[in-house]
């Protein structure tokens, strides 16, 4: 927590916040936590990723300015317990991302930084070197072993990918990062998700979490896609992931939750987690961050609070309220993926 009268100003937005929740309001206080897309470019063609179909390929895609994203740190300060520097493109292409952690650092050092990465960069494993003391979750996109790998991840290559995440998490032994792997199941790889597991349980990477996919903003699926998550297939595949998990004892292994209702209000991010392009714009999710599409206001012009309580997007929330989902949000697994059911029981991220 931040401290002198900043502490007044932290507890009093937390008590603001939970007033607003109380009333019904669709107003929101200053944000607990954001994400800061510093770029949408990618090195990698990875056939999950939405950048990659019809939104991607009309996106105006650039890098953060670092004068901007201090001043939206500066706004968000100190009310502010998480911030995420990360979207759709490889964060370690933001060649001003060392300077970002550490500007954040000279707020508050117990502010949570994360990031995402997809250990593709030649000098991948410098640029962790560079930051490992001033961020507190690295993730890995981990989405197979060998040759799914490469079927999946395009461009990517498993044996640099291999090396470089073993290098990176032999670094972060000792330091305040935390390594850990996503793996997003599809038809491609959901049969390699044990053998990711063993995967990790060799590197040194102690967390895994899998997410199925979500065809929210990729023009190429419907949601018939998710019928393969309620297959014996996808299940028993699963469960071959957890027995493997509970074999090795050295690997958490979480999912996304799949066995609760669907719906718009099960989504928590009109709410929290906001999203600002590299661009500026508020977008309404990190799921389909597309300002062309749909956004409710610039933050850099006009400040995120005045963004995040604009008519449009108290309007977003009051649909939240009744629980009707807009048109935006259609094929998002939050609502189209009904709950699996399945015979064994994981820990839900």
């Known amino acids: ?34 994400m800061l897309e510093v770029t949408n470019h990618c090195n990698l063609k990875c056939i999950t990723c939405p950048r990659e179909y019809q939104y991607g390929e009309d996106m105006d895609k650039g890098f953060m300015d670092i004068k901007q994203l201090k001043k939206v740190i500066d706004e968000v300060y100190p009310y502010v317990d998480s911030i995420g520097l990360t979207g759709l493109g490889e964060t370690l292409m933001y060649k001003q991302l060392p300077e970002a952690l550490k500007y954040i650092r000279s707020k508050n050092k117990g502010i949570i930084t994360t990031i995402s990465i997809n250990a593709h960069l030649p000098n991948s494993i410098e640029i962790v070197k560079s930051i490992a003391d001033d961020l507190d979750t690295l993730q890995i996109s ?21 090396d470089n995440v073993k290098a990176i998490v032999e670094y972060c032994k000792d330091k305040r990062a935390d390594v ?18 063993e995967a990790a349980s060799e590197l040194g990477v102690d967390y895994i979490n899998i997410t199925p996919f979500n065809v929210a903003a990729v023009t190429a699926h419907d949601i018939s896609y998710y019928d393969f998550f309620h297959s014996e297939a996808f299940k028993n595949e699963l469960q071959r992931a957890k027995d493997k998990a509970d074999e090795l004892k050295n690997v958490e292994l979480t999912l996304w939750d799949v066995k609760s209702k669907n719906e718009f209000k099960k989504c928590h991010l009109p709410w929290g987690h906001f999203y600002i392009s590299w661009d500026g714009y ?8 597309f300002p062309k599409e749909l956004n409710f206001g610039h ?14 997007y108290r309007q977003f929330r009051q649909l939240w309220y009744e629980n009707k989902t807009p ?22 991220n």
């Open 282 to 289: 508020a977008t309404p999710c990190c799921a389909k961050p």
């Open 299 to 312: 933050v850099f012009d006009d400040g995120l609070l005045k963004c995040l309580n604009s008519p449009g």
């Open 327 to 348: 048109k935006f949000c259609e094929k998002c697994h939050m609502v189209d993926l009904k709950p699996i059911d399945l015979p064994f029981e994981l820990p839900v």
């Open 180 to 197: 850990m792997f996503n793996f997003v199941a599809i038809k491609e790889n959901y049969f390699n998700m044990a053998e990711v597991v």
């Open 142 to 162: 981990m989405d197979g072993v060998g040759e799914t790998y490469e079927n999946v991840r395009l461009r990517g290559e498993f044996k640099l990918f291999y």
């Open 1 to 34: 927590m931040p401290g002198g009268v900043n502490f007044f100003r932290y507890t009093s937005n937390k008590m603001y916040a939970w007033y607003l929740k109380r009333i019904g309001s669709t107003k929101v206080a200053h944000p607990s936590s954001i």
